[in-house]
């Protein structure tokens, strides 16, 4: 069925589309990778952490140039000097670099890579009555049109598949941005600081990076000052000495500003496929809610997305019903994002004492919390402070060990 020219093109050299491609050209697919930038990686719009899990769970052999710093995970900061630890191993990447290894690896194993070719428009191709057979895409670029019995979505928030054809309702999004600070001290963890005063319904991060480098930045939902907002967390905190630079990916000369871009925070699509395409990562809008970790979920899905394609191809039937697996896949793997969900919105819901308050009564290690441990914390919210339970501090709680490495939080 069909002369597509190509079995798969992946929209967006990102993690998932890297990933996506790397392993749909592993399974003999002849697959295309469309990037609209003229290069990969960049701008960079990620505080740049991937976990040790994550890099097992994707068996992944990261070459060490694309590791800025090895971590020993994550410190939470909240109201009132309250401290606590998840200590899981990591990363922090030079992701530029990451994502070039990615397609280097996808080009190695025989996919192509185009870059500057933004799509822009699909349409779909029908052999006999209402029996789809590939897809026409157009856009910005010398090789449009192209062919391909699959798409893989992997365009990120963007969402370019959903914007083209209307198939799926509007996401939300939430803004983050991060300068690169140099001259930072670190002790191996990332800062997370939830602290409402600066970042209301986000939090703030310092990620620390090789040679004292770090990136230092925020996501909230305010809708205006955000960046100053930024500025005056610098300027009240210990950063508020150390230099702001421009990050060694930018072109010299311009003048220094913060680096960022917007998050996927309503969960996944309700649709993520359709006849012969699959989308994935931030398009599919699989982002870890409460820290907006999306790099694992991206790649993960876009593994899942070449098994799907593969399988779709060698049967030579690529419907929506053949490729409903994807789905299947991905819920039976994902975390269940309506009680993380749920969890972040109570934490939001509480005031900086009551954070305070909740985050004293949990062990300063919050890694593998035993049942044990867990029950202690409820009955010591419960004994002490009981008007919380009537406020979810349960979820909030959830939500924290949801947001782990292994429920793919990073
Ligand atoms: C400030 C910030 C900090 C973050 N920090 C972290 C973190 O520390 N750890 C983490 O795991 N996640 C983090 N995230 C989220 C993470 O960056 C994303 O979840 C992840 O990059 C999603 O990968 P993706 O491949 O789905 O999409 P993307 O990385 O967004 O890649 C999409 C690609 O598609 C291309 N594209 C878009 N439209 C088109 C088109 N029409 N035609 C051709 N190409 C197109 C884009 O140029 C881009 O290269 C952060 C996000 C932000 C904004």
Known sequence: MGDAEWDVIVIGAGPGGGTAALHCARK?????????????GVPVHCGECLSEVAVQNLDL??????ISLHVKGIRVLFPNNVEKKLTEPGYVLEKHLFENWLID???????????????????KIFELENQFSSWKITGKGDLFPLTSKIIIDASGVAGVSSKI???????????GYQYEMVEVENDGYLDFYIWPKYAPEGYVWMIPK?????NVGLVTTMKKDKIKSLDSFIKDTYLK????????????????????????ISGPRNNTIDDGLIM?????????????????????SGKFAAQVAKDAIAKNRYSMFELKKYEIMWKNEFPPYHKILKGKKALYNLTDKEIAFMASCMPD?????????????????????PSLLRKSVISVLLSFGYSRAKFYGW
Do not use: C, Y
């Open 28 to 40: 003999g697919l002849k697959t295309l990778i469309l990037e609209e930038h003229k290069e990969v």
């Open 61 to 66: 052999e990261l070459p060490e140039e694309v």
């Open 105 to 123: 690896e996808a080009v190695k194993e025989g996919a192509v890579f185009q870059s500057s070719h933004k799509v822009r428009g699909m349409q």
């Open 165 to 175: 054809l209307k198939n799926s309702s509007n996401i939300e999004v939430i803004a």
């Open 210 to 214: 090789k040679d004292s480098r770090a």
């Open 241 to 264: 000495d150390n230099q702001i630079v421009d990050p060694p990916w930018r072109k010299k000369g311009i003048k220094v500003k913060p680096f960022g871009g917007t998050i996927p």
């Open 280 to 300: 994935i990562g931030d398009a599919a809008g699989f982002t870890s809610p409460l820290f907006e970790g999306g790099s694992h979920l991206a790649m993960k």
């Open 365 to 385: 290690e919050m890694n593998g919390m035993s049942t044990i441990t867990k029950l202690g914390v409820g009955m010591k919210i419960l004994v002490k402070n």
